[in-house]
Structures are given as structure tokens and as C-alpha cells.
């Protein structure tokens, strides 16, 4: 039997070794399996970080862009998709410098534009600068080569479309769908029903644009401050 060792604060050896329990062994299983957890943990916050970077970065290049330096924007977002390839955010903002640098469009731009929104399809900002980007096409479409424009308008209608099933009250697509369908003439994607039922719906959405819809909707000729 094991003598008392006491010390000076009382503390009892023996008394502690005959009411402590047992400890028990960590099964090897319970062991990898916390080890495990432990791992992805770790996954999760390095991965983490490095998209809270990568994020301050774009807005980086963001900044870049509004104050004129699109040279080294997109130099910084080139280096960010060489490390991180599936940023949804860095190709939306490349697409958006190279539009800027080049304001008929690019095919470039369009590219990291589809990226954009392959890795983020549901995003209604993406969404929407898309569907005005594919209505630039179409506008210019209309001014230079009417033979390509009405399968321009067509898509770019079907874009603001898109953009309506993720947002059914944007007034801004509502416009657009207004505006396309409401002016052209039928050979080129004009459609009057079509204008009217997003007009209407329009006027229930906002008050101002709505008005515009109607507009829009009137005879030609008609006495647009009288109107207002």
C-alpha cells in the first residue's frame, strides 16, 4: 500500500489514487476522426483567408480602375486568377476594366464575363451587367448591321429575362424589356404585347419608371412635357 504523501497545502496522494477514477484509452478510431476534423478545420480557415485576401485585392483593383489606373488593375486581377483560377469576383471585374478600356467591347472582356458568371450564376449583379453588355451589342447592331441585330435584341432580351427570375421587381430590366420591344418595329424584335404586359407590370413595381414605361407605350408625336 501506497504511504499518505502529504504536502502543505493538504493534498493527499493516497487519498487521491484511490478515489480517482481510471482514465480510458482513446480509441484509434475516435482519434483519427478528430484528427480528421481537425484537418478540414484548418482547410477551412486557410481557404477562408485567402478568399477574404483575393477579395480585398479586387476591390484593390477596383479602386485602381475608378481612379484611372486600369494598367495596373488588370495586371492585379491577371495575378489573382493565376492563383485562384475559379474567382467569380476577379473576372466580373476584369470584364468590367477591359469594357472600360475599350467601350465598343471586347472579346476578352466577354470571356471573363462568362467565367463570371459560370462560377457565379445566380449573382444578380453579374446578371445584369450582362444583360446590358449584350445590349450594347445589339444597339450598336441596330446603328451599323441591321442583318445581326435582331438576334443581338433577341439575346439581349432573354438576358434581362434572366435577370427577372432572379429579381422579378427590377425596374431597370423591366425598362429595358420595355424599351426593346416597345420602339422596334417587328423585324427587328419589336413586340407591342409583349411591351404592354411589362409595362404594366412596371407601373405596379415603381412609380417612375412606370411612367416612363407608358411613355413609351403612347402614339408617336405625343407631347412628351404635356405628358409629364
Known amino acids: 500500500m501506497k504511504k499518505s504523501i502529504s504536502f502543505n497545502n493538504g493534498f493527499n496522494w493516497q487519498s487521491v489514487t484511490k478515489s480517482a477514477p481510471k482514465v480510458k484509452r ?29 477579395e480585398k ?5 477596383y479602386e485602381f480602375r475608378m481612379n484611372g489606373k486600369v494598367d495596373q488593375a488588370v495586371e492585379l486581377l491577371e495575378t489573382i486568377l493565376k492563383g485562384d483560377s475559379t474567382n467569380a469576383m476577379a473576372h466580373f471585374e476584369l470584364a468590367r476594366t477591359l469594357n472600360y478600356m475599350n467601350l465598343m467591347g471586347s472579346k476578352e472582356a466577354d470571356l471573363h464575363l462568362k467565367k463570371a458568371l459560370e462560377y457565379d450564376s445566380a449573382n444578380l449583379v453579374y446578371l445584369y ?3 446590358k453588355n449584350c445590349f450594347l451589342k445589339a444597339y450598336i447592331a441596330l446603328q451599323q ?5 435582331k438576334s443581338l435584341v433577341e439575346n439581349s432580351c432573354n438576358e434581362f429575362i434572366k435577370v427577372l427570375e432572379q429579381k422579378a421587381d427590377y425596374p431597370e430590366a423591366l425598362m429595358y424589356l420595355v424599351e426593346f420591344y416597345g ?6 424584335g419589336g413586340n ?17 419608371y412606370g411612367a416612363k414605361a407608358r411613355l413609351v407605350m403612347l402614339p408617336e408625336g405625343t407631347d412628351r412635357v404635356k405628358y409629364w
Do not use: H, W
Open 26 to 54: 482513446i480509441p484509434k478510431f475516435q482519434l483519427f476522426r478528430t484528427g480528421l476534423i481537425l484537418f478540414f478545420l484548418l482547410a477551412f480557415v486557410s481557404a477562408f483567408s485567402a478568399c477574404t485576401k483575393n
Open 129 to 131: 451587367y450582362n444583360a
Open 57 to 61: 485585392a479586387v476591390m484593390e483593383a
Open 145 to 149: 448591321d441591321e442583318s445581326k441585330a
Open 192 to 208: 407591342k404585347t409583349k411591351a404592354e404586359n411589362y409595362a404594366q407590370q412596371l407601373e405596379k413595381v415603381d412609380t417612375y
Open 183 to 188: 420602339v422596334l418595329p417587328e423585324d427587328l
